[in-house]
């Protein structure tokens, strides 16, 4: 079945330590996203990436990093410079870039930071 | 800067009645719009969309009303089923540098009660 996958579901790591959180598609999407979801939030969005070995900034990139070295993956580093990690992060992937191609979601990871 | 706001972060529905939901947002510039449910603890799910061409669109039980000049869309759900009871959130879309960014509003708990 094409999809989003994300893994783990859960991820707890202590302070201090980076830690990779994994996003792979198999629907031949071009584009690919990362957003962080806040209890009483909207999604926020953390990177995104039109083309493989090219990413920008979305509106809270402090304290993470991406790659994207495959068209299907797109990981995320949570870094020790993050101040808030705690959260549910959410990959998305689109179809088309610069045209109106809606972006499916991933089930999520949800990171604890202890 | 709160581009796309859902002022009503919950909402209580009878089953078999009209759930409304709304979303006011500030950018001229979002020329596409679309609406996002969400259970917990898994990703958004594509649910409608709307261009900023049309005023209406109907997806079976789910229509989208776009108001341009009062910058405000709504979703309507007809009949309310339990399974309806979700997170929503609605979402514009903004082409920047020719990449698609989704600005997400806070979202609206919805609850269907039998």
């Known amino acids: 079945d094409g999809g989003i996958t994300q893994s783990p579901k859960y991820l707890f790591r202590k302070e201090g330590q980076n830690v990779t959180l994994s996003c792979e598609q198999n629907l031949n999407h071009d584009a690919m996203y990362w957003y962080r979801q806040d209890p009483g939030q909207g999604l926020r969005l953390i990177y995104y990436s039109q083309i493989v070995n090219d990413f920008q900034k979305g509106d809270i990139a402090e304290g993470y990093s991406v790659s994207r070295e495959k068209k299907e993956s797109f990981p995320l580093t949570v870094t020790s410079a993050q101040k808030n990690p705690t959260a549910f992060y959410l990959c998305?992937?689109?179809?088309?870039?610069?045209?109106?191609?809606?972006?499916?979601f991933g089930p999520g990871t949800r990171l604890t930071v202890l | 800067d709160q581009q796309v706001k859902q002022n009503s972060p919950s909402l209580s529905v009878q089953e078999g009645r009209i759930s409304i939901l709304n979303c006011d947002y500030t950018?001229?510039?979002?020329?596409?719009f679309l609406w996002y449910k969400k259970y917990p603890a898994e990703g958004p799910t594509f649910l409608i969309s709307?261009?900023?061409?049309?005023d209406k669109n109907e997806d079976g039980r789910f229509t989208v009303f776009l108001n341009k000049s009062a910058k405000h869309l709504s979703l309507h759900i007809v009949p309310s089923q339990p399974g309806d009871s979700a997170v929503y959130f609605c979402a514009a879309i903004l082409i920047i540098q020719g990449a698609q960014k989704l600005v997400f509003g806070q979202g609206t708990r919805l609850t269907i009660n039998p």
């Open positions: 709307i261009s900023s061409i049309k």
């Open positions: 950018n001229s510039m979002f020329d596409y």
């Open positions: 998305a992937s689109s179809t088309l870039t610069g045209a109106r191609g809606t972006q499916y």
